[in-house]
């Protein structure tokens, strides 16, 4: 390939490198050229006050903020000033620029690529402890990516329509997170760090974008430049792959999984878990899978279940597998936690390696975490799952644990990167059941393991920011997503009628059912009282899973082209649509592969509007065809209707109709 040509023009103000038409990039493994052709753009780099801005067809499509580039060291943050000096090696371009401390400068490296830039900087003549580079998001329009919230309980879509505040931005985040942005102007951002971040999107309504790197590496970074935002996307997954096959089964796809956190919370017993499979498989509610949300290193286990096989066995008899959560958190109250302890199987404290490291888990125990960079460790914990399997008629597990804890000492000469790999490598050794493993950081894309995003409330504010949280997890390269349990959990309520069954039908439209909440009825953990749902519920219930089972062929397809492709199932219309600018800002409706257009009810009432992008639609609920783009005024939702429409023109369109069509209700 041709190098690249630049010109560069400078004045007191700016240097300005511009990158020309090239044709097409570079093509990624499996998945055809990345973009048609590479788009141009120009970067211009100030010199009163180091700043960068990114140009393409005389329009600005990112910019670093004022005072872009800030230093910690210590407890004092320092500005970056002027540029005092440049030079250019062929596509590179290095920068010197003052700081406000005395003998204290940045040393800047820009290289640039047909679609893409290395932008590298640290100091020179003192160590710092954080670099941080500041960015505006109005630049660029909206901004999307990193994955979940810190904050469980909203999910802002897109991102600049919010506030993020993430301190403990990390591989050993328990949120699915990684560190890449990418924005409505099709550029794109990647840290390229596994050091811990703090992560900013538009704090107090400052509109900035704030990344900080902690430690004294660089802050180093790549900035994509493409057409849409699907072609960023394609990039980050060019650089840290797709999934090589999935672990999910087609009919753990079909059917429900159920895990009995929001029905049980704190009364797992072997009795209640039964009477909740009795009812659920009474009403027809089937399922692959019925998890127990308790783990056997509970002190008390065998006294709340003292027959696990045979617990399996009746389970097996009403059409589900037994699965077990199971995590590398180990509480004081453990069982074999002394045994832990006295072998040195915890990871440490680092300020005294001779003792474990121990910190408040969400039930306020003290708890340690099992240190899978020790082979010893690794070895007793695997083997314990094991004998579950072979004794006790456990079928599969939850895998709902980090693997490391920012606040404690990595085994000797173990990484961040280190303990992912041990944790999906021994998540990959069992059966997940389609329980989505929640790990991330560009790591676990290969195993292609099911996602679950975080925990939300039971309500219709719970249930928007679970949709918003799929799209976030899966656009930033975890396509087999599924939402928190149904009708959500975070102890609070139960949920009302209308939420559970909005919730169901919503994920009926997903790519998995993760479900716990009983339409049959559940008992509020917050009263200790029971809580019934009337007939309709479970039929509504009942429904949304036939739906989705018999949209399960489709569903399979998408995974089968993501495996080719690694673009995500569950998407924003915008990845489809990225000329019909309306699109950026739905938060309430996705595309499922290319075919289906989903517009579920999310919120109280029995009429939404629904958006349709540019092309010829054809509504599932009365077979009507429709022409995009046009936004349905206040179309008609009832409880029995899950809006949804097919992309006549889109791959997998009649089996998709075929699976959805109604005749104004759900059948």
Known sequence: MSRLRRTVRSSSAALILAAPLLGTAPA??????????????ELRVATDRLAVTTVRANRTVLATAPAAFRFRIGADWHIVREVTASSRDRDTLRVTAATDLPGVTVDLRITLRSDRYDMNWTLSGARADALSTAYDLSSAGHWYGQGENSDQTVQPWPLDAGQMVDTGFSPASYQVVSPFWY???????RADTNDPMDVRINSGGNGLGEFTVTGDRPAASTVFVEDTPAEVYRDHIALVGKPERSDTSYEQYATPLWNSWAQLYGEQTQENVLAWARALAGAGLGGHALQIEESVIAADFGERFPDLPGLSKQLDRLGFDLGMWTGLYMPETAANFSEAVDKGYLLKDPSDPAKPCLFTWWNGRQTGLIDLANPAARQWYTDDLTAQKTTSGVAGFKFDTAFFDDRCAPYPGATRADYVKYGTELADAFDQQGAGLRVAWNAAQAKGFATRTADKPTTFAGLRAAVSANLAVSTIGYPFVETDMIGGSLSYPPPTKQVLARWAQAASL????????????????TTGQWVGYDRETVDLYRSAIATHERLAPYI???????????????RPLFFDFPKDQAS????????????????????????????????????????????????LKKYAAPLGVTPAFVNLKAKGATKAYQALARTGAER
């Open 28 to 41: 990624a493994a499996d998945s055809g050229p990345i973009s048609a052709a590479t788009p141009a753009y």
């Open 183 to 189: 924005t409505s102007s099709a550029t794109g951002l």
């Open 510 to 525: 997903m790519p998995l059912m993760y479900a716990s909440t009983s339409p049959t009825g559940v008992r509020d953990a």
């Open 556 to 570: 399979w397809d998408q995974v089968q082209s993501t495996l080719k492709n690694g673009d995500p199932i569950m």
């Open 584 to 631: 950026y800002t739905v938060a309430d409706e996705w595309m499922l592969g290319p075919a289906v257009l989903a517009a579920p009810k999310l919120d109280e009432g029995t009429t939404r509007d629904v958006f349709l992008p540019t092309g010829t639609w054809r509504d599932v609920t009365d077979g009507k065809v429709v022409r995009g783009p046009v936004t």
